[in-house]
């Protein structure tokens, strides 16, 4: 049981603290309600790019990092479709740094061009490397548009174009920072080694003088549902054929969340799982294949990803895929399969929550989502899955219609 209080500031800062005597070092983890999905069509990647500007220094504090690494704390972020995430770790006599360096770099950034410019090319290299550079890194930019064609989930976090980022100026740069960046659009959660009433006392005293800012209204287009299959087929120079397939799922709170969180663990749980069981040990079809979902807060996407081995064709390897997610409405074997990834989601959720870390970024994600207390209860809903409800929701997303296919065939010789 993660025990916790909760306070809310006057400026509408969101404080959420739970106490761990058993470390000695405190968490925190402030979470920006402000992801991709916020940005223009026309101007994308600035939520990632802020990812990389809230370090390069603020008003009074020209880098961020060293005070933090002189009193023996460590730190990081990130940034996904719906939020920016930033945390950090310290011994609790140093706590009041933590607090120091994040109250000041959400009061206001350093905005100047030199900084502007060191990020841009930090994050546009990133780009090329990992996007670009990579054989298959662009098949998420291809994937998103495909299965996407209203929602700002059609481009990734880093952006659907890398010049959108390198025609940022400073004047967007300010724009996005004052009607995104504010106490009353943030969550502070803090854990370890502290008590509530000096968290409360010094999340009052460092971020409390912050003013409440004007947020810009949320007002994302709904996506349609898909009603037939699409697919894409690219010719690339690459080691080996490969297959992407995404399916539509619902939003973060859905109750089909965890269902489809547990099947895609039955069909991917590492050697054990389906996929590898009968696509790669026993067909030899596939040299690796894994299925996820997005967890994404507005609807999102299971994926499933795999390589063939040499020789063999896409459209039998993607037949064969069919077949296994077609075996999911088999309930014969389906109850005892969800019982063990039941019991080993359950296993390492137990262990997670023995990070102060994790308990102070769950914490966070949980109150965005409108209760908090997940942490402590949205283990129930995965113990009550069973095996007919596997079923009934393979039955239900899995279809034909509501699948979009990435297709790469490979021009190398011999591949």
Same mark, same amino acid.
């Given at each position: 049981?993660?025990?916790?209080? /909760?306070?809310?500031?006057?400026?509408?800062?969101?404080?959420?603290?739970?106490?761990? *005597?058993?470390?000695?070092?405190?968490?925190?983890?402030?979470?920006?309600?402000?992801?991709? +999905?916020?940005?223009?069509?026309?101007?994308?990647?600035?939520?990632?790019?802020?990812?990389?500007?809230?370090?390069?220094?603020?008003?009074?504090?020209?880098?961020?990092?060293?005070?933090?690494?002189?009193?023996?704390?460590?730190?990081?972020?990130?940034?996904?479709?719906?939020?920016?995430?930033?945390?950090?770790?310290?011994?609790?006599?140093?706590?009041?740094?933590?607090?120091?360096?994040?109250?000041?770099?959400?009061?206001?950034?350093?905005?100047?061009?030199?900084?502007?410019?060191?990020? +841009?090319?930090?994050?546009?290299?990133?780009?090329?490397?990992?996007?670009?550079?990579?054989?298959?890194?662009?098949?998420?930019?291809?994937?998103?548009?495909?299965?996407?064609?209203?929602?700002?989930?059609? $481009?990734?976090?880093?952006?659907?174009?890398?010049?959108?980022?390198?025609?940022?100026?400073?004047?967007?740069?300010?724009?996005?920072?004052?009607?995104?960046?504010?106490? *009353? *659009?943030?969550?502070?959660?803090?854990?370890?080694?502290?008590?509530?009433?000096?968290?409360?006392?010094?999340?009052?005293?460092?971020?409390?003088?912050?003013?409440?800012?004007?947020?810009?209204?949320? *007002?994302?287009?709904?996506?349609?549902?898909?009603?037939?299959?699409?697919?894409?087929?690219?010719?690339?120079?690459?080691?080996?054929?490969?297959?992407?397939?995404? $399916?539509?799922?619902?939003?973060?709170?859905?109750?089909?969340?965890?269902?489809?969180?547990?099947?895609?663990?039955?069909?991917? @749980?590492?050697?054990?799982g389906r996929l590898h069981t009968k696509l790669v040990r026993d067909k030899k079809l596939f040299s690796e294949i894994n299925a996820?979902?997005?967890?994404?807060?507005?609807?999102?996407?299971?994926?499933?990803? @795999? +390589? &063939?081995?040499?020789?063999?064709?896409?459209?039998?390897?993607?037949?064969?895929?069919?077949?296994? &997610?077609?075996?999911?409405?088999?309930?014969?074997?389906?109850?005892?399969?969800?019982? /063990?990834?039941?019991? /080993?989601?359950?296993?390492?959720?137990?262990?997670?929550?023995?990070?102060?870390?994790?308990?102070?970024?769950?914490?966070?994600?949980?109150?965005?989502? @409108?209760?908090?207390? &997940?942490?402590?209860?949205?283990?129930?809903?995965?113990?009550?899955?069973? @095996?007919?409800?596997?079923?009934?929701?393979?039955? /239900?997303?899995?279809?034909?219609?509501?699948?979009?296919? &990435?297709?790469?065939?490979?021009?190398?010789?011999?591949?």
């Amino acid at each position: 049981m993660v025990n916790f209080k /909760k306070i809310t500031l006057e400026n509408g800062l969101k404080v959420l603290v739970h106490e761990d *005597n058993s470390t000695p070092l405190v968490a925190m983890n402030i979470l920006y309600d402000v992801g991709s +999905k916020d940005e223009d069509p026309g101007r994308t990647g600035l939520a990632h790019l802020f990812e990389h500007l809230m370090f390069g220094g603020s008003i009074n504090i020209p880098e961020y990092d060293k005070p933090l690494q002189m009193v023996g704390g460590e730190n990081n972020a990130f940034t996904n479709n719906d939020i920016t995430n930033y945390y950090l770790t310290v011994p609790s006599e140093n706590i009041e740094t933590g607090f120091w360096l994040e109250s000041d770099r959400m009061f206001g950034l350093d905005f100047s061009q030199k900084n502007l410019e060191t990020q +841009k090319s930090v994050v546009i290299e990133e780009f090329n490397q990992r996007y670009l550079n990579q054989p298959y890194g662009d098949a998420i930019l291809k994937l998103r548009p495909l299965a996407y064609k209203v929602h700002p989930y059609r $481009w990734p976090a880093i952006g659907m174009d890398i010049n959108h980022v390198a025609g940022v100026d400073l004047e967007n740069v300010k724009e996005f920072f004052f009607s995104h960046y504010a106490p *009353n *659009n943030a969550i502070l959660a803090i854990t370890g080694n502290i008590t509530f009433e000096k968290a409360a006392e010094l999340s009052s005293l460092w971020f409390g003088p912050i003013p409440k800012r004007t947020i810009s209204p949320r *007002n994302l287009p709904v996506e349609p549902p898909q009603k037939e299959a699409r697919s894409i087929t690219i010719e690339k120079d690459i080691p080996s054929d490969a297959i992407y397939k995404v $399916w539509h799922i619902g939003p973060r709170n859905n109750p089909d969340f965890h269902t489809l969180d547990l099947i895609t663990d039955l069909l991917a @749980g590492g050697e054990s799982g389906r996929l590898h069981t009968k696509l790669v040990r026993d067909k030899k079809l596939f040299s690796e294949i894994n299925a996820y979902l997005t967890s994404d807060i507005d609807p999102g996407l299971v994926i499933l990803q @795999g +390589k &063939l081995m040499k020789g063999v064709e896409i459209e039998y390897a993607d037949n064969s895929i069919a077949e296994v &997610l077609h075996g999911l409405k088999d309930i014969t074997n389906l109850q005892d399969e969800m019982e /063990k990834v039941r019991n /080993k989601y359950e296993s390492s959720t137990v262990f997670s929550n023995t990070s102060i870390l994790n308990k102070a970024v769950s914490l966070a994600h949980y109150e965005l989502l @409108g209760d908090p207390d &997940l942490i402590n209860s949205e283990v129930d809903a995965y113990r009550a899955v069973s @095996g007919e409800m596997g079923a009934d929701t393979a039955e /239900k997303y899995f279809g034909l219609s509501n699948c979009s296919s &990435l297709y790469y065939k490979s021009t190398r010789k011999g591949a």
